[in-house]
């Protein structure tokens, strides 16, 4: 019932932009009804409401990436799971007026940002820095941290950013090298790159992490980019997963961090630069990779809880195979192709 509420005030993706549906498809009685239930839902024992689902914004609309496809599928992952509700915030087409492009981030427990685009007005700036400095979880998705490269409050929330005219004044190359990260490599050159795409495998640094715990060492991630040269503060707080970036594919030949958390005061920031969106949600393979699912179920759990409650998946992609969701849900039962241990 709750599940249904939300559903409806969620920003309309194919009419007008940046307007909240109303409840118009609803008859009044109905409303009227539903408005009762929330209301006595209101007075129930809040330890009777701890299960309620994280209220999650997506905020899309813009993107030099097919955010068409991206931003459903987001949805999908994270509604299919049956832990999130989720709304979407679409901005205004890129070059059109942003002025009323206010999403109400304070209503969320958790915003994701697949936003890559035209700045935002002042007020919605402050509200975003208000809802991520007091308490709501973020996740920053793949090229949301190629966006506001000249706000300097933006640069310190997603760490490390890419493109959008980053240089040497953005902060230093970040790279893992024998064991650690690299964060004193000032030379000059522009931020950003990836070569060309192919399934890799990526490395965890961090075990105890609760966004990791349990999955494995190393796993084969899906057809993807990976994200070397990346520039910025630097303030990773818990690297989690690391790539190496194919000389011979056109990447940097370092080993890349690819999933962090960041340092950022109290705020619980999760950032996944894995899972470049593809043509169409059928062929889609970085975001149907069962690794990738699984990471951003987690990272956004624990960016919106702070504790992650969720199992390793029984479909997890192994050392040398991965593994897919085509239609990103998580199996009841292992398909009858398995892959190899
Ligand atoms: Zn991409």
Redesign the pocket.
């Known amino acids: 019932m709750f599940t249904a509420f939300i559903r409806v005030r969620r920003y309309e993706p194919s009419g007008d932009r940046n307007r909240i549906l109303q409840n118009h498809t609803l008859p009044n009685m109905f409303k009227k009804a539903l408005f009762t239930i929330l209301t006595l839902l209101l007075l129930v024992p809040v330890s009777l409401q701890a299960k309620r689902n994280i209220e999650t914004l997506i905020v899309t609309g813009q993107n030099n990436?097919n955010w068409q496809i991206s931003h459903k599928a987001l949805d999908l992952i994270l509604s299919n799971s049956g832990m999130f509700s989720v709304d979407i915030a679409l901005s205004p087409a890129s070059g059109e007026d942003m002025s009323s492009f206010r999403p109400d981030f304070n209503k969320y427990d958790l915003v994701i940002l697949d936003y890559n685009g035209d700045a935002w007005p002042q007020e919605t700036k402050d509200a975003f820095l208000h809802f991520v400095q007091h308490g709501g979880g973020l996740v920053i998705y793949?090229?949301a941290d190629n966006a506001f490269a000249d706000w300097d409050e933006f640069n310190r929330i997603i760490a490390l950013g890419g493109w959008g005219g980053r240089t040497k004044e953005s902060g230093p190359y970040c790279y893992f090298e024998a064991g650690h990260l690299v964060l004193n490599d000032h030379l000059e050159g522009p931020s950003g790159n990836h070569g060309r795409q192919c399934a890799y495998p990526v490395y965890c640094q961090s075990e105890k992490h609760p966004i990791v715990k349990g999955l494995p060492d190393k796993w084969m991630h899906g057809r993807d980019?990976l994200y070397d040269s990346m520039r910025g503060p630097a303030n990773i707080k818990e690297l989690l997963y690391t790539g190496r970036a194919d000389i011979m594919m056109g990447g940097s030949g370092r080993e890349e961090p690819l999933v962090f958390t960041v340092d950022y005061g109290k705020s619980r920031i999760f950032h996944i630069m894995l899972g470049?969106a593809g043509d169409s949600l059928e062929k889609n393979p970085a975001m149907q990779c069962a690794g990738f699912q699984t990471l951003l179920l987690r990272g956004c759990e624990w960016a919106a809880k702070g504790r992650v409650t969720q199992k390793v998946p029984k479909d997890f992609p192994t050392e040398y195979q991965s593994s897919y969701r085509l239609d990103y849900k998580q199996p009841k039962k292992l398909p009858d192709k398995q892959p190899k241990k």
């Open positions: 990436h793949h090229a980019e470049h």
